[in-house]
């Protein structure tokens, strides 16, 4: 279950990071299980069915690789059989780890993700404004985990209207920015309380940027889901190696995650078991500031106020002002209604 009063759903982008080796993918697999990932993330596809020969490698994926290539090329090299793929979806159940996969290569990506049994759709960026792609997955009725960097607000409505329109509610949009590393100042968390607000759909955060900051913000900020790349090395070949976390690090995410709605807490103030026996000792009573005669004036320069807390509370200073003391009160002795008038 994801949503209000759930657990924040985490999901291990293992992506293309198993660089075409189904060894890699299954370790990746068995990294997103130790770490307490609830689920672990592929991408989907046959590289003719994503990008033209014409079709260029983006800016980060010529720093992150060091080459210059088309992406035909490079996704070629990412590729894995239907075989693996059987394999890999097989392995998350034996691991108890939820399979999902971004179906890049089109409508027949949909069906392969599908037959595979991801229990959702995620989709990227990329197919925001692919919106036959989006409505003929939403007939599924599948929950649909949309990424929205690059996106328009009015964008991003039309995505979710299209969804909505195939008769599927079950949306999360996930706040995103297409950078690899992305940087903290173009992160916008707080675009999520907006779409949340206008969108009236549960909101998540797919993390781009290094460490794991902006992560454990958004969950402080209500996302009900955090996407973050894994990797087995940050080292290992590829564009999303080095904006990837290995796998210590995202099981110390994943721990900091699962404490953040503890830490937040039910939102109502009030005393907590621990500090109850704290109250007598740290607060404070009104108390004689020197020994004050029978007879004499209580005044601000005979009263003090100091610990502990179980006598005459400060806020009756002022009714006790000016009153005569009844009997000779020693310096320190507890100022009570009894012994004045």
Known sequence: ????????FVIAEAGVNHNGKLSLALKLVDAAKKA???????????????????????????????????QLEMLKTFELSAKDWRKIAAYCRKKNVIFLS???????SVDRVRKLGAPAFKFGSGDLTNLPLLEYAARFKKPMIISTGMATMKEIEEAVAF??????????????????????????????ETMRRKLKTLVGFSDHTLGTLASLAAVSLGASAIEKHMTLSKKLPGPDQKASLEPDEFKLMTEKIRQIPVILGSGIKK????????RPLVRKSIVAFRNIRKGEKLSLKNLAIKRPGTGLQPKFLSKVLGKTAKKNIAKDDFIRMGVIK
């Not at 279950?1 to 924040?8: A, E, F, L």
């Not at 672990?40 to 033209?52: L, M, S, Y």
């Not at 909505?164 to 968390?189: F, S």
Request: aromatic residues 6%.
């Open 102 to 108: 971004t179906p890049h290569g089109g409508f027949a």
């Open 1 to 8: 279950m994801i949503g209000k009063g759930q657990p924040v």
């Open 271 to 278: 005393p907590m078991p621990s500090e109850l026996a704290y």
């Open 36 to 70: 307490g990932a609830d689920a672990v993330k592929f991408q989907d596809f046959k590289a003719g069915e994503v990008v033209t020969e014409e079709g260029k490698m983006a800016g980060y994926q010529k720093r992150n690789t060091g080459k210059n290539e088309s």
């Open 163 to 192: 969804v909505k329109k195939a008769g599927n509610d079950k949306i999360i949009v996930l706040q995103c920015t297409t950078d690899y590393p992305a940087k903290n100042k173009e992160i916008n968390l707080r675009a999520m």
